[in-house]
């Protein structure tokens, strides 16, 4: 092989193998088309509509599908995507125990999103929450 078909051939391997990184690298996708960070707190609600049922299901926050259980007055907020991790039903709040059902196939998570009756083996994915100046903010754990 001459010499300079030789650095004609490491030209092109280089950008072969380069190719894919640099598109892959300017084609990162964002949440819902948006810039958001999952690190920033998300406005999803005011604290008037949360305290209308103690509850507020957010379906297309930049952080995704949200469930806030509390009160503008509630001490601690609970945040959670409902979004059962057997098979995607959404799951509800059961104030009376305490704890988040599906109503799917039954499976049942404490506050903190951990499972405690199956089918479902992996917890709700939970969020911090907070209410400043009327706002419903939430943000990534
Ligand atoms: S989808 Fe929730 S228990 Fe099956």
């Known amino acids: 092989m001459k010499r300079r078909d030789f650095i004609h051939w490491v030209g092109l391997t280089w950008l072969a193998t380069s190719l894919p990184i640099v598109i892959a690298a300017l084609c990162k996708p964002t949440r819902a088309g948006t810039s958001a960070e999952p690190s920033d707190w998300q406005t999803v ?4 509509q ?3 049922t103690g509850q507020l299901l957010v379906e297309n ?3 995704g599908s949200v469930l806030i259980i509390g ?3 509630s001490e601690k907020l609970i945040a959670v995507d409902p979004t059962c991790t057997h098979k995607g039903c959404t799951v509800t709040w059961k104030p009376e125990g305490q704890k988040f059902t599906c109503p799917c196939h039954s499976a049942e998570f404490a506050v903190d999103g951990k499972v405690q009756k199956g089918p479902a083996k992996k917890p709700l994915k939970t969020y911090i929450a907070k209410i400043e100046r009327n706002s419903v903010m939430v943000k990534s754990t």
Do not use: A, C, I, W
Request: charged share 25%; aromatic share 0%; net charge negative.
């Open 71 to 73: 009160t503008s007055k």
């Open 61 to 63: 926050s930049p952080l």
């Open 45 to 48: 609600g005011t604290g008037v």
């Open 50 to 52: 949360l305290d209308e």
